[in-house]
């Protein structure tokens, strides 16, 4: 059996895409997903893993897609005397260079904010990643019935 090159490029994009992630020499996304909400929530968080595999710091700078109105990045801060968690906007994650950077509940996230659609488990959504050098890659965030979490 004889398979084309755009065929080939087909079969391999969708075996990325069945693992949840995306993966390239320098840049490895593993375990992305959101969890599954009802459709009146306003905001969802996204997490993953970034393993920086290069010999440079990689910058996540933002994110996009096409199910929110804004993908933003977000850390969890609790509050000492109250106890309760604040979400802080972040202009910037910095990957070093080796090292893995994650994002889950009750730290660093995506906040996903105003879906378009209603997230069911065991589907998934796809996010751009937006790095200060111009890579943008994108993932697929597996839809999860884990229950939220900050």
């Known amino acids: 059996m004889m398979i084309r090159p755009f065929g080939l490029s087909l079969i391999l994009s969708l075996l990325v895409a069945g693992l949840g992630g995306c993966s390239t020499q320098e840049l490895a996304i593993h375990d992305a997903w959101i969890p599954e909400a009802p459709s009146i929530v306003s905001a969802l968080a996204g997490y993953m893993t970034v393993e920086n595999n290069s010999g440079k710091a990689r910058i996540l700078v933002g994110a996009s897609g096409p199910f929110f109105e ?4 977000h850390r969890t ?3 000492k005397d109250s106890g309760l968690a604040r979400m802080i906007r972040q202009e910037q994650v910095r990957i070093e260079p080796g090292q ?3 994002f889950q ?3 660093y996230h995506l906040m996903l904010i ?3 659609e209603v997230t069911k488990a065991g589907g998934s959504v796809a996010l751009t990643l937006v790095f200060a050098d111009g890579s943008r890659p994108t993932v697929d965030f597996e839809v999860r019935r884990d229950r939220l979490q900050l």
């Open 100 to 102: 893995s950077f994650l």
């Open 105 to 107: 509940p009750g730290g």
């Open 114 to 116: 105003n879906p378009r």
């Open 70 to 73: 804004r993908v933003e990045i």
């Open 77 to 79: 801060v609790y509050e």
